[in-house]
């Protein structure tokens, strides 16, 4: 993989390294980029052929459409019918950042990466240098998180490298600041559906909104994606709170902790921390590295800690619930 892969910041718009990945995207190519979220795995939106390379190196289902990034608030009505949005005025403002606004697409978003859909998923993610270089391309980037399909997402450069093959470009910047995916919304007039609850909260939206409601299960409106298995490890991750966790420890030792700093400190052997309650961001950006690392260990199993369900920390647990099973 090496000579595929350009070291880049975030907070830097360097044009000449945009570049190279601009000219793959112009000729039909893929390119892995870091976003504030997690890493995707890009192609011309416009482009049928390319968005399909997509599907075939993430092994992802043909029926689950792609988000497409952009890099500037002013082309956002080139591919979305903006008009059909009440709230679009007041949503705008929360961009850049992990919001991805499904609405009526256009034309200019290709049958592959809307999945066939009447309509687009559509976010300006928050860092410099991929904005310059979805800016340079000069289309829509649609993208994935550059994972295999059913893993979690990739947060670190390190995790695409082993597990995507056939890339023409990997960005490596640092690791993601969130490191969770984007809260994804359906706005309908005054309310909305969180279709998937990320680092804007129910709180958040409903400064906007006079109803803010979560797409269940069989809700008709709901992301096609949220269907799959999601975010696993490949190893058993048991879930529990930090009391019945230290619990568990006491009786059984063939299992990895994956715990908070401050239940960290009771733990005397092997363990994962994942950061401070008192920093959720260190806790969301370190969660998908910290399975990885569990799947990469000599152990069988792993256990980690619940956190209490409050704002961020709902979306949050939303991915540990998906990757684990209570105890
Ligand atoms: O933070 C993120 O959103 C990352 C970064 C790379 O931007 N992207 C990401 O993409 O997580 P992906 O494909 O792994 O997840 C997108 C989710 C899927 O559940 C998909 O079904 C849903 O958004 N989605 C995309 N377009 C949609 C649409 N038109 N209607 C409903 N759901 C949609
Ligand atoms: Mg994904």
């Known amino acids: 993989m090496t000579g595929k892969i350009v070291d880049v910041n975030c907070k830097e718009e360097d044009r000449a390294k945009a570049e190279k990945g601009a000219d793959i995207i112009r000729k039909g190519g893929t390119v ?3 976003t504030e979220t997690v890493y995707g795995l890009g192609a011309d939106a416009g482009n049928d052929g390319a968005c399909s390379k997509i599907y075939k190196i993430k092994s992802r289902q043909q029926d689950n459409p792609l988000i497409v990034h952009l890099a500037d608030k002013e082309s956002v009505g080139k591919y979305a019918h903006i008009e059909n949005v009440r709230k679009y005025k007041e949503l705008e403002k929360l961009w850049p950042g992990p919001l991805t606004i499904v609405m009526p697409k256009r ?9 066939g859909l009447d309509t687009v ?7 410099n240098f991929t904005r310059a ?3 340079m391309s000069g289309t829509g980037i649609a993208a994935p998180s550059a994972n295999r399909s059913g893993k979690p997402s990739a947060t670190m450069a390190e ?12 960005y490596r910047a640092e690791r993601s600041r969130i490191g969770i995916e984007s809260t994804v919304i359906f706005p309908e007039g005054d309310s909305c559906k969180i279709l998937r609850p990320g680092a804007y909260t129910e709180e958040d939206l409903l400064k906007i909104f006079h109803q803010v409601t979560y797409s269940g299960k069989d809700d008709p409106v709901r992301s096609p994606g949220m269907k799959y298995r999601h975010y696993s490890p490949d190893k058993t991750v048991l879930r529990a709170d930090a009391q019945s966790l230290l619990d568990y420890l006491k009786e059984h030792r063939d299992v990895l902790p994956i715990v908070t700093t401050e239940t960290a400190k009771f733990i005397e052997g092997d363990k994962i921390v994942l950061g401070s309650l008192s920093n959720p961001y260190e806790i969301s950006s370190s969660l998908y590295d910290s399975l990885r690392k569990l799947d990469a260990s000599n152990y069988s199993k792993g256990i980690i800690e619940s956190l ?7 979306s949050v647990m939303n991915r540990i619930k ?6």
């Open 308 to 314: 209490p369900e409050r704002g961020f920390f709902i």
């Open 322 to 327: 998906k990757a684990s099973v209570e105890l």
């Open 133 to 135: 270089f979805i800016r």
């Open 32 to 34: 892995v980029f870091p």
């Open 107 to 115: 034309e200019t978003v290709g049958n592959v990466a809307s999945a």
């Open 121 to 127: 998923g559509i976010r300006i993610p928050d860092c």
């Open 159 to 170: 995790h695409i490298m082993d597990e995507l093959d056939g890339v023409d470009l990997i």
